[in-house]
C-alpha cells in the first residue's frame, strides 16, 4: 500500500487536516507582508534639492517654479538642466543628479521612506533597485538551500527554523544603522520567506489525499492574497518605514507556539526510514478523523516545481501605474480572490492548457500596455487582471 491509499483510509482532509491547514495558511499572510512591504518602504516620494548657490546668482536656466514662498534658495530635481558656465562661476560643480545642498522629499503619502533616510535617488536611485534584486535573489538562495535542508532535516524543523530567522532579522531590519545592513538583513528575510512557504506548501500536500491535494494547495493561496490586501491598510496607517518594518515582523515571535502544535511529515518519515514516528503520527490521525488504521505501510514520494518571475515583477512595481498606491496595494490584492477561484474550475479538466492559456493571457496583457498612452493609468492596470495565479513556491 502506498502513502496516498494510507491517507485515503485515514481521510484525504479530515479533522487533522483541517487542523494542519489553519498552522500552515496563518504564515501565508505575514510572508505576504515581507515579500510586498518594498512597495511601500522602497518608495520614492517627489523630492527636490536645496541649492548651495547663492539665490542672486542663480544660474538662468534653473527652474523657479521649485522655490519654496517661505524660503528663496532655488532648488532643483535629477533632471532639472543646469547652465554650466553660471555654476562654473560660482564655483559650486553641481550637476543634474548630484546634491550638495541635501534633499528635501514630500511628506504628502509618506513620512518616511528607506529612500527619504538614505537618500536614495538621482546617482544613488540604483541603489535602491539593487536592494529589492538582492531580496529577490534570497529568495532563489533559500528555495535552493532550504529545500535541500528540508529533504535532509525534515519539513516542520525547516518551518520552525525559518519563522524564527522571519521574525529576527525582520525585526532587525527595522533598526538597521544604514542601507547596507539593511539590504543584507532584507536578504537573509529573503531567504526565510523561500523556506516558509515551500516547506508549508510541501507539508500541507503530503498530509491530503490526491483528490483533496488541489483545494488544499489553493487554500493557502487565498491567505497569501489576503495578507496582500491586509498590507495595504496597515501601510496606510503606517507611514514611517521603520514602524512598517517592525509591524510587519514583530507579530512573528507568536509563532513560537508551532513548536508544540505542528506536526511533522509522516510521508517524509516514512521515506527516511522512520516508520515507528510515521506509524504514531498516523494513528493520531486516523484517530482525529474518526478513522481506523492496520500497520502495513509503504511510502512514496512528492516533488513540487516553482515559477514566480510575471507575478512579483507585477506586484512591486504597484507604484508605476500612477493611481493612489494604497488604493492600487488594494484592488491587486483583491483581484487574487477570483483568480485563485477560476484555477478550480480550470485545472482539474487539464492543467497544461490553463498554465498554457494564462500564461498567454498574462503575457498579451502586458504587450499590449506598452500602446497605452501614460495617462490612461486606468486602462494599464486592467490589463494586469488576467487571472494568472500566484505560482506555488
Same mark, same amino acid.
Given at each position: 500500500?502506498?502513502?496516498?491509499?494510507?491517507?485515503?483510509? @485515514?481521510?484525504?482532509?479530515? $479533522?487533522?487536516?483541517? @487542523?494542519? #491547514?489553519?498552522?500552515?495558511?496563518?504564515?501565508?499572510?505575514?510572508?505576504?507582508?515581507?515579500?510586498?512591504? !518594498?512597495?511601500?518602504?522602497?518608495?520614492?516620494?517627489?523630492?527636490? *534639492?536645496?541649492?548651495?548657490?547663492? !539665490?542672486?546668482?542663480?544660474?538662468?536656466?534653473?527652474?523657479?517654479?521649485?522655490?519654496?514662498?517661505?524660503?528663496?534658495?532655488?532648488?532643483?530635481? *535629477?533632471?532639472?538642466?543646469?547652465?554650466?558656465?553660471?555654476?562654473?562661476?560660482?564655483?559650486?560643480?553641481?550637476?543634474?543628479?548630484?546634491?550638495?545642498?541635501?534633499?528635501?522629499?514630500?511628506?504628502?503619502?509618506?513620512?518616511?521612506?528607506?529612500?527619504?533616510?538614505?537618500?536614495?535617488? *538621482?546617482?544613488?536611485?540604483?541603489?535602491?533597485?539593487?536592494?529589492?534584486?538582492? =531580496?529577490?535573489?534570497?529568495?532563489?538562495?533559500?528555495?535552493?538551500?532550504? +529545500?535541500?535542508?528540508?529533504?535532509? =532535516? +525534515?519539513?516542520?524543523?525547516?518551518?520552525?527554523?525559518?519563522?524564527? @530567522?522571519?521574525?529576527?532579522?525582520?525585526?532587525?531590519?527595522?533598526? /538597521?544603522?544604514?542601507? #547596507?545592513?539593511?539590504?543584507?538583513?532584507?536578504?537573509?528575510?529573503?531567504?526565510?520567506?523561500?523556506?516558509?512557504?515551500?516547506?508549508?506548501?510541501?507539508?500541507?500536500?503530503?498530509?491530503?489525499?490526491?483528490?483533496?491535494?488541489?483545494?488544499?494547495?489553493?487554500?493557502?493561496? #487565498?491567505?497569501?492574497?489576503?495578507?496582500?490586501?491586509?498590507?495595504?491598510?496597515?501601510? #496606510?496607517?503606517?507611514?514611517?518605514?521603520?514602524?512598517?518594518?517592525?509591524?510587519?515582523? /514583530?507579530?512573528?515571535?507568536?509563532?513560537?507556539? =508551532?513548536?508544540?502544535?505542528?506536526? $511533522?511529515?509522516?510521508?517524509?518519515?516514512?521515506?527516511?526510514?522512520?516508520?515507528?514516528?510515521?506509524?504514531?503520527?498516523?494513528? $493520531?490521525?486516523?484517530?482525529?478523523?474518526?478513522?481506523?488504521?492496520?500497520?502495513?505501510?509503504?511510502?512514496?514520494?512528492?516533488?513540487?516545481?516553482?515559477?514566480?518571475?510575471?507575478?512579483?515583477?507585477?506586484?512591486?512595481?504597484?507604484?508605476?501605474?500612477?493611481?493612489?498606491?494604497?488604493?492600487?496595494?488594494?484592488?491587486?490584492?483583491?483581484?487574487?480572490?477570483?483568480?485563485?477561484?477560476?484555477?478550480?474550475?480550470?485545472?482539474?479538466?487539464?492543467?497544461? @492548457?490553463?498554465?498554457?492559456?494564462?500564461?498567454?493571457?498574462? +503575457?498579451?496583457?502586458?504587450?499590449?500596455?506598452?500602446?497605452?498612452?501614460?495617462?490612461?493609468?486606468?486602462?494599464?492596470?486592467?490589463?494586469?487582471?488576467?487571472?494568472?495565479?500566484?505560482?506555488?513556491?
Amino acid at each position: 500500500m502506498n502513502f496516498d491509499e494510507i491517507l485515503c483510509i @485515514i481521510g484525504g482532509f479530515g $479533522k487533522f487536516q483541517k @487542523i494542519l #491547514y489553519v498552522w500552515i495558511c496563518l504564515p501565508q499572510i505575514f510572508l505576504a507582508f515581507h515579500m510586498l512591504v !518594498s512597495v511601500f518602504t522602497g518608495a520614492v516620494p517627489p523630492h527636490l *534639492c536645496r541649492s548651495t548657490w547663492p !539665490s542672486a546668482g542663480t544660474p538662468d536656466s534653473m527652474n523657479f517654479s521649485f522655490l519654496n514662498p517661505a524660503d528663496d534658495q532655488p532648488k532643483f530635481s *535629477c533632471s532639472t538642466p543646469l547652465n554650466h558656465s553660471s555654476a562654473a562661476s560660482h564655483g559650486d560643480g553641481h550637476r543634474a543628479g548630484s546634491c550638495k545642498g541635501g534633499w528635501e522629499y514630500s511628506n504628502k503619502t509618506f513620512q518616511s521612506t528607506i529612500v527619504t533616510e538614505w537618500d536614495l535617488v *538621482c546617482d544613488s536611485a540604483s541603489l535602491n533597485n539593487m536592494g529589492s534584486s538582492i =531580496y529577490m535573489f534570497g529568495l532563489l538562495v533559500g528555495a535552493i538551500v532550504f +529545500g535541500s535542508l528540508a529533504d535532509k =532535516y +525534515g519539513r516542520r524543523f525547516i518551518i520552525l527554523v525559518n519563522l524564527a @530567522i522571519q521574525v529576527v532579522f525582520g525585526v532587525g531590519a527595522a533598526f /538597521a544603522p544604514n542601507f #547596507y545592513v539593511y539590504t543584507a538583513l532584507r536578504f537573509i528575510v529573503g531567504t526565510s520567506v523561500s523556506g516558509v512557504i515551500m516547506n508549508a506548501f510541501v507539508l500541507g500536500t503530503e498530509w491530503t489525499g490526491s483528490k483533496e491535494r488541489m483545494l488544499a494547495g489553493i487554500i493557502t493561496d #487565498y491567505f497569501f492574497g489576503f495578507g496582500y490586501i491586509l498590507l495595504a491598510g496597515v501601510a #496606510y496607517l503606517i507611514r514611517d518605514w521603520r514602524r512598517l518594518q517592525l509591524a510587519i515582523s /514583530a507579530p512573528g515571535f507568536l509563532f513560537i507556539f =508551532y513548536i508544540w502544535v505542528l506536526p $511533522k511529515s509522516a510521508r517524509w518519515l516514512m521515506a527516511n526510514d522512520r516508520k515507528e514516528e510515521a506509524w504514531e503520527l498516523l494513528q $493520531k490521525a486516523a484517530q482525529m478523523n474518526g478513522k481506523l488504521l492496520t500497520k502495513d505501510l509503504e511510502m512514496s514520494e512528492v516533488q513540487l516545481f516553482v515559477n514566480v518571475l510575471v507575478y512579483y515583477g507585477l506586484s512591486l512595481n504597484i507604484s508605476d501605474f500612477g493611481m493612489n498606491i494604497y488604493l492600487t496595494q488594494m484592488i491587486f490584492g483583491l483581484v487574487e480572490m477570483p483568480a485563485r477561484t477560476i484555477t478550480l474550475f480550470t485545472l482539474n479538466r487539464s492543467r497544461k @492548457i490553463s498554465q498554457l492559456a494564462f500564461l498567454t493571457v498574462g +503575457g498579451t496583457a502586458c504587450l499590449l500596455t506598452i500602446f497605452i498612452p501614460s495617462e490612461k493609468h486606468f486602462v494599464s492596470l486592467s490589463y494586469d487582471f488576467s487571472p494568472n495565479s500566484k505560482p506555488d513556491v
